[in-house]
């Protein structure tokens, strides 16, 4: 199915296989992508299954915001999602198939006997693992009806090799295996059974993962072998084990170093999906010092040989830089409708739109494109920052009162027009614009910083900018507190 290189000859198929947690952690939405990407260059399918064995934390919820954080980074997949819980019975029967070939055996130990096993190597200092005492003996020798588990019998010769995609070469000695658990004493299947039966079944070629997970492939193939020798079509995968993303200290990304769920991303850091599908793929995979790379070029480009072997760090600031240029680059009426839906019931989507030009170009996040429209929507009398309140000493406040009395003139409310009679007014004055246009904003907005100012009035139209202007042209000096 692929050559060692990890260059595909047949059909790609990938999967990210999730555990639902509670979110889509962004190292597994990395990990999404990456596998996504692959299968999408190469004309595969990509794939999606649910690890949710662990019934206590795998609630509905959790998986609805996997599928959620998917959905919304644009990851589609070629085929309903599978759930690994749905399949217990065939994991138990690849389990008995590798029982009765003479590649698995069932195990008696007790939990006591196990615990005894253990203290004992602790008291030795040698590694603790079972010391395959069932691997040999009969099992006519275990009292009758006595629980059991299924172990696979794991070569304890020689040493295994992965070409790993991404690590290189990496080997193993098979004694440093153990002979582990594949169905307990209930019939359940454990976790390292199931991940390689339904890779098998759902025709998985490249096993694109974490590399906390290289250990388990080394743990994986036997099964995999014993199978490919018992029925034939059980290849082994080309696994590619990626990097975990680091924190900017070095250590493993945890919620220390701040968000760590996507949704995080999406609904407090007010990130574009564009920018985090970008953001992540830089993250640890390159081409050339391209920062800035489309959904399409990724597809175009993405290979396994550009993934660093180094941990990669997350840099909010980098993060941030990207999602302010896809921000510019965004529709306006997409942006408002997003920061509408933030702002709630008070914000005019179309009135947002028209308002974009001028707000995005500084903006960085969908946050600061919320905040920075904010002005359009206050209601008199405007809520005041100190800043803007200092800004309207007596002597502001009268010349704001003259302005405005040209401003009631004006018909043409038009930027260039508005500039030209502030212009005529602060020329009059001897003024610099800078002077005039400050005590203006704060009147017309509450703040000190917003869009150009002429901008802002035409945005807010010659009604609402003269009742803002007027309301604090008239009025005498107010204190932050009580404005
Ligand atoms: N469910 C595992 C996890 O979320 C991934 C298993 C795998 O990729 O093989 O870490």
Same mark, same amino acid.
């Given at each position: 199915m692929a050559s060692d290189s990890g260059a595909p000859t047949g059909k790609v198929v990938t999967r990210f296989a999730p555990s639902p947690t509670g979110y889509l952690h962004i190292g597994g939405a990395r990990t999404a992508l990456f596998n996504w990407l692959f299968a999408r260059h190469h004309g595969g399918r990509a794939l999606l299954r649910i690890e949710d064995t662990d019934r206590k934390r795998s609630t509905q919820d959790a998986i609805d915001k996997i599928i959620d954080g998917l959905d919304w980074l644009g *990851?589609? %997949?070629?085929?309903p999602a599978l759930f690994q819980s749905d399949r217990a019975e065939r994991h138990a029967e690849v389990a008995r198939r590798l029982l009765d070939n003479g590649h698995a055996y069932k195990c008696f130990a007790t939990p006591e006997e196990l615990e005894a096993m253990r203290a004992e190597q602790r008291a030795a200092k040698v /590694?603790?693992? %079972?010391?395959?005492?069932?691997?040999?003996?009969?099992? =006519?020798?275990? /009292?009758?009806g006595a629980p059991y588990v299924i172990r696979l019998k794991v070569p304890t010769e020689g040493e295994t090799t992965i070409e790993d995609a991404v690590q290189g070469k990496v080997t193993v000695k098979n004694a440093e295996i153990d002979d582990y =658990? *594949? *169905?307990?004493?209930?019939?359940t299947p454990t976790y390292m059974l199931a991940v390689v039966v339904d890779d098998h079944d759902m025709g998985v070629t490249h096993v694109i993962?974490?590399?906390?997970?290289l250990n388990n492939a080394f743990r994986q193939l036997p099964i995999i072998r014993a199978m490919n020798a018992i029925e034939g079509g059980w290849p082994d995968p080309v696994y590619a084990h990626v990097p975990l993303i680091h924190g900017p200290d070095g250590a493993?990304? &945890?919620?220390r170093h701040g968000a760590v769920g996507v949704e995080a991303y999406r609904d407090?850091?007010?990130?574009?999906p564009e920018a985090l599908f970008n953001y992540l793929l830089r993250l640890g995979w390159g081409?050339?010092?391209?920062?800035e790379i489309s959904r399409e070029e990724a597809v175009a480009l993405f290979d *396994?040989?550009? =993934?660093?072997?180094g941990p990669a760090r997350f840099d909010i600031k980098k993060l941030q830089n990207l999602n302010g240029h896809y921000i510019r680059e965004a529709d306006d009426a997409r942006l408002a409708s997003i920061v509408a839906e933030k702002l709630?019931? &008070?914000?005019d989507e179309k009135l947002l739109a028209k308002a974009m030009p001028v707000l995005k /170009?500084?903006?960085?996040s969908i946050n600061e494109l919320s905040e920075g429209s904010q002005f359009l929507f206050a209601k008199r009398p405007l809520e005041m920052t100190e800043k803007a309140a200092a800004l309207l000493d007596d002597e502001a406040r009268a010349r704001l009162a003259e302005l405005s009395k040209m401003l009631h003139l004006q018909?043409?409310?038009t930027i260039e027009a508005l500039e030209a009679t502030t212009k005529t007014y602060a020329e009059a004055q001897e003024l610099g614009l800078g002077k005039l246009a400050q005590p203006m904003r704060a009147a017309l907005t509450? @703040? @000190? @910083? &917003? /869009?150009g100012i002429f901008d802002v009035l035409v945005l807010l139209g010659k009604e609402e900018s003269l009742a803002r202007i007027d309301a604090q042209a008239s009025s005498p000096a107010r204190s932050a507190q009580d404005a």
């Open positions: *990851l589609d %997949y070629d085929e /590694p603790m693992r %079972y010391d395959r005492r069932w691997r040999d003996r009969d099992p =006519v020798e275990a /009292p009758e =658990v *594949l *169905l307990r004493a209930d019939g993962r974490g590399d906390d997970h493993k990304m &945890s919620k407090d850091e007010g990130i574009l081409h050339g010092d391209r920062e *396994l040989s550009g =993934v660093g072997k709630g019931s &008070s914000a /170009p500084r903006a960085k018909n043409d409310w509450g @703040t @000190t @910083t &917003s /869009p």
